[in-house]
T-cell receptor, first 115, second 112 residues
C-alpha cells in the first residue's frame, strides 16, 4: 500500500466538465508534486508545491489548476480538457523544501480519460 | 538541457540471473539520481537514491552506482525473481527548484 493516496483511481469526463483530482499524504512531507504520464512514457513534471506555495509550474496550460489547501492535501482542478490530456496523473511528496536529497513517494495515480 | 537515456529499453531474463540496467545523463551537474520501479497501471516506487557525493547505494538484492564524470548510473539486480518484473526508471535531480528529468525506462521481464 502506498502512503500517498490519490482519488479517484479512474475518471472519465467530457471536454466541458469540471472535475478535481485529490492527493493526500500524512508523512509530514512539505513538498508535493503533480506529474502527467502518457502510456509507455516517463512521468513529466507539472507542478511543485513547497510549504503549500507553488514553486514550479512547468508551463502547464491553464485548464489545469493546482491547489494546496494544507500541508497534507494537493488538488488538481480540471476544466475544459482536451482528448490529448488523457493520461495517468501521479501525485508525489517528499520531505524538505525541494526534492534534491529526499526520495519522492508516489501515489498510484488517477487514470483520466477525456471523451 | 539535461537528457536522460536508459539502455536497454526492454530486457527478458530467466529467473536467477544477475542483471544490470543502465542510465546515462548528459549534464554531470546533478545533485543526485534516483531509481524507481513502476508496475503496470501503478505509481512509482522509490528503490534507491544516490547523492552526488556518493558512489553507490545498496538495498537487499539491489545495488545502484553513480559515476558523475562519465554521466552514468547502473542498477544491479542480483538473483532476479519473477516479482522483479516491472519498468525501471532513473531520474536525475538537481539542486534548487529545477526540473527532475526521468529516463524512458527499461521494461524488465523475469521468466520463471
Amino acid at each position: 500500500d502506498t502512503e500517498v493516496t490519490q482519488t479517484p483511481k479512474h475518471l472519465v469526463m467530457g471536454m466541458t466538465n469540471k472535475k478535481s483530482l485529490k492527493c493526500e499524504q500524512h508523512m509530514g512531507h512539505r513538498a508535493m508534486y503533480w506529474y502527467k504520464q502518457k502510456a509507455k512514457k516517463p512521468p513529466e513534471l507539472m507542478f511543485v508545491y513547497s510549504y503549500e506555495k507553488l514553486s514550479i509550474n512547468e508551463s502547464v496550460p491553464s485548464r489545469f489548476s493546482p491547489e494546496c489547501p494544507n500541508s497534507s492535501l494537493l488538488n488538481l482542478h480540471l476544466h475544459a480538457l482536451q482528448p490529448e490530456d488523457s493520461a495517468l496523473y501521479l501525485c508525489a511528496s517528499s520531505q524538505g523544501t525541494d526534492f534534491s536529497n529526499q526520495p519522492q513517494h508516489f501515489g498510484d495515480g488517477t487514470r483520466l480519460s477525456i471523451l | 538541457k539535461q537528457e536522460v537515456t536508459q539502455i536497454p529499453a526492454a530486457l527478458s531474463v530467466p529467473e536467477g540471473e544477475n542483471l544490470v540496467l543502465n542510465c546515462s545523463f548528459t549534464d554531470s551537474a546533478i545533485y543526485n539520481l534516483q531509481w524507481f520501479r513502476q508496475d503496470p497501471g501503478k505509481g512509482l516506487t522509490s528503490l534507491l537514491l544516490i547523492q552526488s557525493s556518493q558512489r553507490e547505494q545498496t538495498s537487499g538484492r539491489l545495488n545502484a552506482s553513480l559515476d558523475k564524470s562519465s554521466g552514468r548510473s547502473t542498477l544491479y539486480i542480483a538473483a532476479s525473481q519473477p516479482g522483479d518484473s516491472a519498468t525501471y526508471l532513473c531520474a536525475a535531480l538537481k539542486t534548487s527548484y529545477d526540473k527532475v528529468i526521468f529516463g524512458p525506462g527499461t521494461s524488465l521481464s523475469v521468466i520463471p
